[in-house]
């Protein structure tokens, strides 16, 4: 098998214990172990969660911690962590969540036989403090058709699940800062230089999520955000005029228009099984 980075990066607010449960998870639980973990400590963090870390990099040899003096945000924290990669494959993880024993395994058998393609996602379910407690599950499209109409008007990887190609990403310019949306604006910006897209109808990550998560998607600060993709696309032409209208339109209306318990039954009735 090609050899494989894992990157994750983790801050201030992320949960000591939690942290753990997911590096072991992407390191000691899997049937195929990365060949590096590189985790960028994304500015200053509690003691509890540094002393977690150094006992980390202590125990598993192929683990790489690096500092950085202040919290610049996710997008750039990824940027950095990129580039300090080792290999060409890149598998994401996310601080506080938990991977599926075989999920690197099928993702590397996946590129084997698949030389084409720049990243492969999959599924997620997500739960609530009890990995047993699912709350439902984020199903994204598997083929490109597919996923080449999805990325249109919807992020098309869960992000916590891509393992994809150092060079391709770096192609594109690498992860920028974009508020909340890092990821899909660089699958945006691959998908615009014809990068080969796919999912695999599997769950490979269990997602903690907490239950302000729905009131983190909205607001203007949000919208303008989303809003800002969309005026991208346009103007790359990726889009059409009416399917950006309806892309914006339907964006005001859940993350500005809709109180935040509202938006939390719509997600979870359309946008989550």
């Known amino acids: 098998m090609e050899k494989l980075s894992v990157l994750l990066?983790?801050?201030?607010?992320?949960?000591?214990?939690?942290?753990?449960?997911?590096?072991e998870s992407i390191s000691l639980k899997q049937t195929t172990p990365p060949d590096e973990v590189v985790i960028i400590v994304d500015g200053p963090v509690s003691e509890e969660l540094s002393d977690t870390v150094k006992i980390i990099e202590k125990e598993i040899p192929y683990v790489r911690v690096y500092r950085l003096s202040q919290n610049g945000g996710l997008g750039n924290a990824m940027r950095i962590g990129v580039n300090l990669c080792s290999y060409e494959l890149i598998a994401r993880m996310d601080a506080d969540d938990i991977a599926a024993p075989d999920r690197f395994e099928k993702q590397r058998r996946f590129f084997e036989k698949n030389s084409e393609i720049s990243i492969v996602g999959g599924q997620i379910s997500e739960f609530i403090d009890d990995p047993d407690n699912i709350i439902g599950n984020r199903e994204v499209p598997c083929e490109q058709e597919d996923?080449?109409?999805?990325?249109k008007s919807r992020?098309?990887?869960?992000?916590?699940?891509?393992?994809?190609?150092?060079?391709?990403?770096?192609?594109v310019g690498n992860y920028?800062?974009?508020?909340?949306?890092?990821?899909?604006?660089l699958w945006i910006r691959m998908a615009e230089a014809g990068c080969k897209f796919a999912n695999l109808p599997l769950t490979l990550v269990n997602v903690r999520v907490g239950k302000d998560m729905y009131a983190r998607r909205g607001g203007w600060k949000y919208f303008k955000s989303e809003k800002g993709l969309q005026d991208y696309m346009l103007k790359k032409k990726m889009i059409s005029i009416p399917r950006y209208v309806f892309n914006v339109a339907v964006r005001f209306v859940v993350q500005v228009a809709m109180?935040?318990?509202?938006?939390?039954?719509?997600?979870?009735?359309?946008?989550r099984k």
């Open 176 to 185: 920028q800062d974009w508020h909340y949306n890092e990821d899909y604006y």
């Open 259 to 271: 109180p935040n318990s509202v938006r939390g039954l719509v997600f979870q009735k359309l946008f």
């Open 155 to 171: 992020c098309p990887f869960n992000h916590m699940t891509v393992m994809f190609k150092k060079a391709d990403v770096l192609a």
């Open 9 to 23: 990066s983790v801050y201030k607010n992320d949960n000591a214990f939690n942290f753990r449960v997911a590096v």
């Open 147 to 151: 996923l080449d109409l999805y990325t």
